[in-house]
């Protein structure tokens, strides 16, 4: 029998995610005598014992550990034997320069769920029950290391049978930084006009009462404030999208299970496991006939709705289906527009007045606000729309080590990141930097970000576009800091990012598939429609779609039909009224658009697909003025015929997409006739088909096969499908964002790439 010490260092998500209580399990389990202890690095581990109930004990941990940990690195060294007298958990030691990932917000777990239905449990319809293995983690961190003091939860003194669990080592709630009780921890309460209504479980059930009577509540949840409504109740909706001033932007909804979103929707396997993950977020499903009122109330002209679980033991008392309750809930972020999600009790009351009815508060402060994530499945794969509760702050694992850069992102659905050893910390979804609010919310998520991760950038990579807020920062923080800036090409950005997240680590290139609305090109031009040869450090732009102009610049992207009149002049077809972006215009208002497409007024140049989706929307009469982003082509997609594969002529000459031939072959079958179902369809085949041609012409001059696929047109879902299908069928290996979204929520990532291979 040989005796030994072995010290074990793990890093990766091993806070918060009940690790201590596993090794200590584990321990007892093998007889072996130590400590573990959270670092600020990680968790160390000292074992001391038998050498084969060490190799078990480390085997195991490497095998199977804990389910919500994720291990980035387990290095084992041997010490000679020195025993200890016992296994004990010691307290948490921080050094300065260390860092640790730290783990998102996780739903409510099986065990909990059950304890809060449970009549004899101590937390019997407890809002805040929550263990080891769930609850709130990222919101309510301050500091790290993730123990009690550094969260919100400081102010809560532990009552004696928390205090009891909490010290339990075989207990659920062992170390479980938030453990709360009816006793000791949060609670809610209603108000309305500043006056409380009810507290703990009456709250909760006048906010029952009020959805049910068709009024519009303000909720505090985990990452900040829903509001909620029925979500068959027409005039609700009415009024939510009245008083949010949105007409017809989709709302998210949730219902008490899976059962009851299967009444309304097709759930896939992968889908449900979505749904049901410890991530709970919203996935866009396709709805089932019944669902037609719903689909006209919260996602009218879309062909799917976006569905979520309760995730918070809050969201399950609120929706449990008793006493006649709707069994589907509107549940939207509560925000004046564009601005970001309200998080603090004040603020709301301040910012939400003419939004909510009443208002379901509670105590326990969020420190950092987050949005609910958004997923969709494509290719029988989660493919990510928005990364935010859940999700984020976890990094993106790179392929190889970096150095500490900050990429400021883009200027819609900005994120930014942060980079460190091999680790990208992409943050959670901020929202559009367009307002002050949503600026201020970026810099204060950026300082918390780089305290808690330790990073210190000593470059910062931005867009090209001078005047995107992200790239102010960054121009801002060069001045005040010193620090070096690295301006990188929008589509470049994309394309790396994909890169990145497929663990691309070699400095060959691919090829760039950059689909999307709007892009600063060097040539001064906007670009949006880019077939680039990409590497980390450099690209080429092999194609790009033709230039038309913006008639109008921004004012193109809110009005299609202006995007329309565009594509026609370009291609040289008649302006007849017969068209319907024509036969929408007012005769005034074409002629300033034909006045500043021939003189160039107010006209920039663009090889936008985004736009080119926005003017075959408005030429087939679906849309003509947006009201939120990417409504023209969304809508465009969703009527598409998915049982029409053909395709319109469309040429590539030298290094242009000629897409003249395509739109007189659409102005054709509109004037044959031809339902808007099927053109849509044929355009959608189209540029898949186009786009694969292009790659192939590629593939001839460089013998490059592999496509990353990124840009927001890529959230189309039956332009991706045929194009995986068709690049397959070619013998491409098509990437796509499976961790990022492909929208500008990943160009930070792809802007860190850049700077980092740049730099060197
Ligand atoms: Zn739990
Ligand atoms: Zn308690
Ligand atoms: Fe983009």
Sequence with gaps: MSLQNCIIQVTGIVQGVGFRPFVYNLALQKSLTGWVRNTSHGVDIEISGETSQIEQFTAHLKQFPPP??????????FTPYNPYSKFEIYFS?????????????ISICKDCAKELFDPINQRYRYPFINCTNCGPRFTITNHIPYDRPNTSMVNFQMCEFCEKEYHDPVNRRFH???????NCGPKVW???NGVTLGEKEKAIQIARQWLKDGKILAIKGLGGFHLACDAQNKTAIDTLRQRKNRSDKPFALMAF???TIKKYCEISDVAETLLTSSQSPIVLLKPKPISGVLLNLCAPHQNHLGFFLPYTPLHLLLLEPENEIPEIWVMTSANMSEEPIAYQNEQAIDQLGILADGYLMHDRPITMRIDDSVFSVIDNLPYPIRRARGFAPNPVLLPFDTSPILGTGALLKNTFCLSRDRYAFVSHYIGDLENFETLQSYQSAINHYENLFRIKPNVIACDMHPDYLSTRYAYDRHAQEKIPFIEVQHHHAHIAANMAENQWDSKESVIGLSYDGTGFGPDGNIWGGEILIASYQSFERRFQFNYVTMPGGDLAIKFPARMAISHLISAGIELESCLPPINFLTSHELEIIQHQINNGINAPMTS??????DAVSSLIGQRHI????????IELEAIADEKEFNTYPIEIYRNVINIKSLMKAIVNDLKKGEKPSTISAKFHNTISDVSVQACQIIKIETGIKHVALSGGVWQNKFLTSRTLDKLRQFGFVPLIHQILPPNDSCISLGQVMVALHQNN
Excluded: M, V
């Design 257 to 259: 299970d899976i059962a």
């Design 608 to 613: 936008s697909i985004g736009r080119l989706f």
């Design 176 to 182: 479980a930084q938030p453990i709360a009780c009816p």
């Design 68 to 77: 919500l940990a994720q291990i980035h690195n387990l290095s084992i060294s």
């Design 626 to 633: 947006i009201n939120y982003e990417g409504q023209a082509a």
């Design 190 to 192: 209603f108000e309305a």
């Design 93 to 105: 030691r921080d050094s300065e320069t260390d860092f640790l990932p730290i783990s998102p917000d």
